[in-house]
């Protein structure tokens, strides 16, 4: 079980996400506004952030920048958009995007791929 930490302003989609990584036994605290992320991520400690890049008010992109200069490049994010829209010029090892639609297999097979000690033993 890994603590995922949802951003997305639209309400169905992150109630989606949410319960598909509630049924993977994940423990997921959605949140509809970027504003308090760092707060959030700091009680919350997180194995994993979910963010949608098209947001009011603080944009996936900003709230990509602030976590990484608060944390490090340490905690997985990945970066969900309904757009082809990429940060950039950033080379980071643990940032991974998904295209809205996703494809929940394809996605809970990225989310598991990202969390240390979550990889899908093989079977010989």
């Given amino acids: 079980m890994a603590r995922i930490l949802v951003i997305d302003d639209d ?8 319960a598909c990584l509630e049924d993977a036994r994940h423990e997921v605290l959605p949140l ?7 707060e ?17 008010g603080i944009t996936g992109a900003q709230c990509y920048q ?3 200069k608060e944390f490090g490049a340490k905690l997985p994010i990945i970066i ?13 090892s643990q940032l991974t995007y998904l295209r809205k639609p996703m ?8 989310v598991n791929n990202l969390l240390p000690g979550e990889k899908p033993r093989e079977n010989k």
């Fill in 80 to 92: 969900i958009t309904g757009s082809e829209m990429t940060l950039k010029g950033v080379e980071d």
């Fill in 40 to 56: 959030e991520i700091r009680r919350f400690r997180p194995d994993l952030v979910l963010l949608d890049i098209m947001m009011p």
């Fill in 103 to 110: 494809d929940l297999t394809m996605f809970l097979k990225t």
């Fill in 66 to 68: 602030a976590i990484r």
């Fill in 11 to 18: 309400i169905d989609y992150l109630a989606m996400v949410k």
């Fill in 32 to 38: 509809t506004r970027a504003d308090k992320v760092l």
